[in-house]
């Protein structure tokens, strides 16, 4: 990702991902945003 950014410097880089590992996305400090899949797996009630 460090790459990523520093070759799109302007660019804002937005991780999409479950809200489990939001904590560690955040901690890492490589995204400027994080927005949430709260959809259900396949294995949760109504997935």
């Given at each position: 990702?460090t790459?990523?950014?520093?070759h799109?410097?302007?660019?804002?880089i937005?991780l999409?991902t479950i809200?489990?590992?939001?904590?560690?996305a955040e901690?890492?400090?490589?995204?400027?945003?994080?927005?949430?899949?709260?959809?259900?797996?396949?294995?949760?009630p109504?997935?």
């Amino acid at each position: 990702m460090t790459a990523i950014s520093a070759h799109h410097a302007p660019a804002r880089i937005t991780l999409l991902t479950i809200p489990s590992l939001a904590p560690l996305a955040e901690a890492s400090g490589l995204f400027d945003e994080i927005w949430f899949d709260a959809r259900p797996r396949p294995t949760q009630p109504g997935g």
